[in-house]
């Protein structure tokens, strides 16, 4: 599995580790800050993925962990990114599978695509880390955009050995 | 050779959609299943029902359909995806027996 594209498509400037947010809201508006100052969203990007969020939660449950890939339609976006939060304190994601279920979710994948069907490998990359408990685990110590580089580089040599 | 018509679906029809296509092509194709893939919104699934056999999404379902619609979460969560992928294949089966 490589993790190349998928991290030629986390954006350094996207990138927050050990924030704390009280709730869902002020992280949607603190992504939204730093991607719509860095001109990566339009002016309405926030508005609709909280509406997103509300109709189709994203949060995903794996077996050991809990993740969210908030995101909305293409046309609010207009720069492709990811922006990766990882939380000090967890905050709460409904799971995609059941809207009444609360997820608590430390580690959050924004994704600001514009044409997912070309962005095939590195959606499938992206799933294929997030249910790699062990590496998940990792992440969850990482504190640079540097340290995540080299982990997900690491992996993927450890792949490439085997 | 029959073909089964599946319609994936997910909120925005851009992002886990896709992951989920992917999944299915390689699905049908190992059992030798001859499958059109259509890639939407799960907003469009209530009026493009009429075009395919099956839906599968990773959202919930906002209605119920005339066609049988499977959640295909499994297929991010790595849980229970061989369960997932008997359900969809059986389906299939049995819609392609009565086709």
Redesign the interface.
Same mark, same amino acid.
Do not use: E, P, R, W
């Given at each position: 599995m490589s993790y190349s594209k998928l991290v030629s498509f986390i954006e350094p400037s996207l990138v927050c580790f050990e924030k704390a947010f009280s709730n869902q809201l002020d992280f949607f508006e603190d992504i939204f800050e730093k991607a719509y100052s860095g001109d990566f969203v339009l002016n309405d990007f926030l508005e609709k993925i909280i509406l997103r969020e509300e109709s189709f939660p994203t949060g995903i449950k794996t077996e050991k962990i809990a993740v969210a890939i908030p995101h909305t339609d293409a046309e609010y976006i207009n720069k492709e990114f990811i922006a990766l939060y990882i939380l000090e304190r967890p905050i709460v994601f409904k799971s995609m599978e059941d809207n009444n279920e609360d997820l608590s979710v430390e580690i959050i994948f924004v994704l600001g695509l514009k044409e997912a069907h070309s962005q095939l490998e590195m959606l499938q990359s992206l799933i294929q880390l997030i249910q790699n408990d062990k590496l998940m685990t990792n992440f969850k110590e990482v504190r640079s955009y540097s340290e995540l580089v080299k982990l997900l580089e690491e992996k993927e040599k450890k792949n490439e050995k085997n | 050779m029959k073909k089964i018509r599946v319609l994936v679906a997910? #909120?925005?029809g851009?992002?886990?959609?896709?992951?989920v296509?992917?999944k299915i092509e390689d699905l049908f194709y190992s059992k030798g299943i001859s499958v059109e893939i259509i890639?939407i919104k799960?907003s469009e699934a209530a009026s493009r029902q009429t075009e395919a056999d099956m839906l599968i999404s990773?959202?919930?379902f906002p209605t119920e359909y005339q066609i049988p619609a499977i959640?295909g979460?499994s297929?991010?969560? #790595?849980?229970g995806v061989e369960k997932l992928q008997d359900e969809i294949i059986l389906t299939a089966e049995k819609i392609l027996t009565n086709k």
């Open positions: - | 997910c #909120g925005a851009i992002a886990t959609s896709t992951i296509v992917k890639q799960i990773t959202t919930m959640k979460m297929f991010l969560t #790595g849980i």
